[in-house]
């Protein structure tokens, strides 16, 4: 069962800029892909971004030029870099982990992120 640390969040104020970190107890090629999603209060989790163990990453259109998804294969850590942060992008942000075959996901205990207008 992996392990998935993410660390990062906070309060930041609009227009600025936040960088999530998660940490996995596995190496990230053991999955198919991993990413982040987020969960706004009374809202679905929705996806903000994934990458795949062959670094093709997927955002969404909401996010799209203003957040990069990376990783550090060494660390086994995958990075959110968010630019340009609005009030709506406030949320709790999930890492995740989805295995190759059946495709099953495991989930990070999520960070805050709060951005004040």
């Known amino acids: 069962q992996v392990q998935l640390v993410e660390s990062g969040g906070g309060l930041v104020q609009a227009g600025g800029s936040l960088r999530l970190s998660c940490a996995s107890s596995?190496?990230?090629?053991?999955?198919?892909?991993m990413g982040w999603y987020r969960q706004a209060p009374g809202k679905q989790r929705e996806l903000v971004a994934t990458i795949t163990s062959g670094g093709v990453t997927n955002y969404a259109d909401s996010v799209k030029g203003r957040i990069t998804i990376s990783r550090d294969t060494a660390k086994n850590t995958v990075y959110l870099q968010m630019n340009s942060l609005k009030p709506e992008d406030t949320a709790v942000y999930y890492c995740n982990a989805e295995t190759y075959g059946l495709h099953v996901n495991s989930w990070g205990q999520g960070t805050q992120v709060t951005v004040s207008s």
């Open positions: 596995l190496s990230i090629f053991s999955f198919y892909s």
